[in-house]
């Protein structure tokens, strides 16, 4: 659908060729730009609405996942290496991770949206509130397996290195800054909104939904950003940076500046 236009040139009674000067009436004129305002603002405000993903928006939400990633820092750190392969071949891989991933989310309807998957969060109960299944825990392991082999397909040795150096640090991070603190708190997960849908809230919904699910059951919140920019809109939401990691700092084929990975916070009841 063709969006509606509010800059379209107004009508101006003046224009009109019957229009005389003496005939403007002040008030008239002035009661229609209200209602002209009014309805302009109502077209410019949206109704955001927060929901599960539901399957046949899979492809959408991965489609969101890409497009969001294109400039993140940790994004660039992994494809941007001497031996890199083929970008197409990599971009294609990460399509189906994302896929595969959000199926995996889907089907335990721990993923939450806005307008149909331009905008996404995995929001997994606390693992000390995550009873699994024997199901679960069977199917997450052939998950592994299949994303395990695409990984060697469509990444070069260095880029599985410095996968492996990302998860590695942010497993440490947590670990030492959060210890068992982490099994009992809420964390959001993989936040994106594709770039065309940015700045309408959406991405706000989404962290204040899943905050609310950690209020209701009396739970903190921690997330880890990949982008420093994202810092102050995190605060705006009531996190802090509570502790940082950072990759590319003893990488020599790393031409750019280390990477800063904060640890944010959100402590219950402090709100």
Partial sequence: MRPISLMAKPILYFDHPTYRQDELD??????????????????????????KLR????SRA?????AASVNDPITVYVRDTPDARNPKLTQKVE????????????????V?????????????????AN????????????????????VRIGYSKEQRKRLDEIQTK???????????????MRVINSLATNPDFQRRGYGGALVDEVTRRADKERRSSYLISSNTANTEFYNSHGFFTLA?????????????????????????GDQ
Avoid at 62 to 66: C, G, L, V
């Fill in 112 to 128: 939450l949206t806005v307008n149909h998957g331009q905008a996404v969060v995995c929001a997994p109960p606390a693992p000390n």
């Fill in 26 to 51: 002040e008030k008239k004129l002035l009661e229609k730009y209200l209602a002209f305002d009014l309805s302009r603002a109502c077209l410019i405000e949206e109704k955001v609405t927060v929901k």
């Fill in 170 to 184: 942010i497993s440490s991070l947590v670990e030492e800054s959060l210890g068992a603190d982490a099994l009992s």
């Fill in 244 to 268: 940082e990691t950072v990759v590319g700092d003893n990488n020599p084929s790393w031409k750019g500046a280390p990477i800063p990975m904060p640890l944010m916070v959100r402590i219950y």
């Fill in 131 to 150: 009873k699994r299944k024997e199901t679960d825990k069977q199917i997450e392991r052939l998950i592994r397996l299949i994303s395990s082999i695409l």
């Fill in 62 to 66: 991965a489609k969101t996942y890409e």
């Fill in 95 to 110: 399509h189906l991770q994302y896929r595969l991933g959000l199926l995996q989310w889907t089907r335990k309807k721990i």
């Fill in 55 to 58: 399957a046949k928006d899979i």
